[in-house]
């Protein structure tokens, strides 16, 4: 499975980026983003199943919105009122039964 992610950027604290993931199959269970800042771990960020059940940390409830194009095989993530510890690098991430498969990651940085 090969995913292909673009949307980072460098925006100002407040403003709103879209990020969007296509993947090179169909018929994935679930597909999401994670985030990882400088130093620590990769954590998710939100989630999204093949029903359109969506999972989405503390921190973004509100602010960001995960939606998908199950036709097209395309994740996105709407991040609305971004805050500096928004920055990171966001990696797609897909389910193909027991597999996990990981995008490149597309860097964002939030400047206050």
């Known amino acids: 499975v090969q995913l292909q992610a673009s949307g980072g950027g460098l925006v100002q604290a407040g403003e709103s980026l879209r990020l969007s993931c296509t993947a090179s199959?169909?018929?994935?269970?679930?597909m999401g983003w994670y985030r990882q800042a400088p130093g620590e771990q990769r954590d998710m960020v939100a989630t999204?199943?093949?029903?359109?059940?969506?999972n989405y940390a503390v921190s973004v409830q509100g602010r960001f919105s995960i939606s998908r194009d199950v036709r097209r095989g395309t994740v996105y993530l709407q991040m609305n009122t971004l805050k500096p510890e928004d920055t990171g690098i966001y990696f797609c991430?897909?389910?193909?039964?027991?597999?996990?498969?990981w995008g490149q990651g597309t860097q964002v940085t939030v400047s206050s």
């Open positions: 999204i199943t093949a029903g359109g059940h969506t």
């Open positions: 991430h897909v389910k193909r039964g027991t597999v996990n498969y």
């Open positions: 199959v169909r018929g994935l269970s679930i």
